[in-house]
């Protein structure tokens, strides 16, 4: 509260109700009319009332004073009514002071009653008060969101319960072209395609089971062209919770959906060329392996016969020159196969399927030369679950490692290789353990790169292609690869597939060791 001594002229001013704001002064003066047309009365009736009923009069002149003076003109009209009473119908007669505990007593019960009065009529004005300020905040508040609605840049409409339109901002009627008036009542589907009508509907009444969303929805506007909006719809419910309706905002968005399309379809165009050039470019690059080989076959064919033939009759360089000769076509004949395998896995399809690793293991030591050095030992540990993979693609996977394993030994050393499965929870990893001459550690991220060789070609042989198609097969299939191993200690290739759930393998369970003889 402020203090009396520094109110102002604002502070002074207060709300009657029917006579509007108001001086202080105007509160005093209409509980002292209220309490003089009290006293008139009380003279009225005073043959009837005598010394009974004093203050009757004076509780209506209480009330009429705190009504249209508040609680300043009802206590004053409370302190004019003991005062008048007091001098005027108390006995003794135009005396003050009370006599007695009657005249106490009705005293009392008139200050209590016409506080009670005055309690009550100023609980009612705080009320009406707090009301109509928060009705005013109410109507401006609502003025601003009208306005806000009305000059908003994307379309607004209120639907009912029955997907009508109840309201509808300038904006909309823009973007579909009709005026307000045809739009309100209307229902929603009557602006839409009709092969869009029924999704429509089916959006509306997710709206009536309380979801709010964000949707692409196309309109048909009055000329007929297509108007593609972002909507933005929420549920309208009243106070119970029962459904009202809904509030839509749409945002046009018609230019970028057509951009989209033109751009989709100039992906699928772009997409269909390039799968056209990329089949153009394996044909190509079959048909110039084809012409690269032939060559090759009659360098070797031809240094194999002059050997044959002629060996005798040629010093011993000139036969060296034509090993050297024959070594070389070789390795360009072997290099062209890599990359002619490499170019499929990276291109071709490669289907999946499920297959028992163990037995195509088996049989991929069975069918390649490659696999049967003079004494090799190959040891199966545990069972193999059943994977996810392309037959082809594993068994060019199985020939390459088991190969590196039976080529990278020191001289005289027998090639011993393990193998076996790890499963995880989704994945199957197979592990490939040689006792080989080791990778340095700084090697192992180059290693599964294009022509990436540790040695050179008179140490090993090879093209540098053969882990790059592993990993490549490897990702193709959904899977990994990778390698721990240090320089004679030998090394630990291992490759991940997915796995076959719920799926039991026939495999053995015991170890299992295969040796290849080669006769001398």
């Avoid at 070594?327 to 490499?342: F, H």
């Avoid at 059943?386 to 020939?399: C, R």
Wanted: with cysteine; glycine share 8%.
């Amino acid at each position: 509260m402020v203090p009396d001594s520094k109110l102002t002229r604002e502070d002074t001013t207060v709300f009657y109700p029917f006579l509007g704001h108001r001086s202080q002064w105007f509160a005093y003066a209409v509980g002292f009319l209220a309490v003089a047309i009290g006293t008139l009365l009380r003279y009225a009736l005073d043959p009837l009332l005598a010394d009974h009923g004093v203050f009757a009069t004076y509780f209506p002149a209480v009330a009429v004073a705190v009504f249209f003076g508040r609680l300043s003109a009802g206590l004053w009209s409370i302190f004019l009514s003991t005062l008048a009473a007091d001098f005027l119908f108390f006995s003794p007669r135009h005396s003050l002071g009370i006599q007695g505990s009657t005249q106490a007593a009705e005293l009392l019960a008139f200050m209590l009653g016409a506080g009670i009065i005055v309690g009550f009529g100023e609980a009612m004005h705080i009320a009406r008060n707090k009301a109509a300020e928060l009705r005013k905040k109410s109507e401006a508040n609502e003025k601003k969101a009208r306005q806000i609605v009305e000059t908003a840049n994307e379309g607004i409409w209120v639907l009912d319960a029955n997907a009508r339109i109840s309201m509808v901002n300038p904006r909309m009627c823009e973007m579909l072209g009709y005026p307000v008036e045809e739009m309100l009542g209307a229902h929603k589907w009557d602006f839409l395609f009709p092969e869009d009508t029924c999704a429509i509907q089916q959006l509306f009444e997710r709206r009536r089971a309380g979801i709010s969303e964000h949707v692409d929805v196309r309109f048909r506007t009055r000329e007929g062209k297509e108007l593609w909006t972002l909507m933005a719809a929420r549920s309208l419910r009243d106070p119970d919770g029962h459904f009202e309706g809904a509030l839509d905002m749409f945002t046009d968005i018609t230019q970028r959906k057509y951009a989209e399309d033109r751009l989709e379809q100039a992906v699928t165009e772009r997409g269909d060329r390039v799968r056209e050039i990329a089949r153009e470019m394996e044909l190509f690059s079959y048909s110039m392996a084809h012409d690269l080989r032939a060559p090759l076959r009659a360098m070797q064919g031809l240094a194999r016969v002059v050997l044959e033939d002629f060996s005798s009759f040629l010093p011993q360089e000139g036969r060296d020159h034509l090993h050297r000769l024959a070594a070389a076509a070789n390795r360009m004949d072997r290099l062209i196969l890599d990359v002619l395998q490499y170019s499929h896995l990276v291109r071709g399809e490669l289907p999946l399927q499920e297959v028992d690793p163990k037995r195509l293991i088996q049989d991929a030591i069975a069918s390649y030369p490659d696999l049967e050095p003079a004494r090799n030992s190959i040891r199966f540990e545990g069972t193999f679950p059943p994977v996810l993979a392309n037959p082809g693609a594993l068994t060019q996977i199985v020939s390459n490692l088991l190969s590196n394993a039976i080529k990278f030994v020191a001289p005289g050393t027998l090639p011993k290789i393990r193998i076996w499965a790890e499963s995880g929870d989704s994945t199957v990893r197979l592990c490939f353990k040689d006792n080989g001459i080791g990778i340095p550690k700084k090697a192992h991220q180059k290693l599964f790169g294009l022509f990436q060789r540790l040695h050179a070609h008179d140490s090993y042989e090879g093209t540098g292609i053969g882990l790059a198609i592993v990993r490549k097969a490897a990702e193709r299939m959904g899977g990994q690869v990778g390698v721990e191993s240090e320089p004679g200690k030998g090394s630990e290739f291992w490759v991940t597939f997915q796995a076959i759930k719920d799926q039991n393998t026939n495999s053995q369970s015991t170890p299992e060791e295969v040796s290849i003889p080669i006769p001398d």
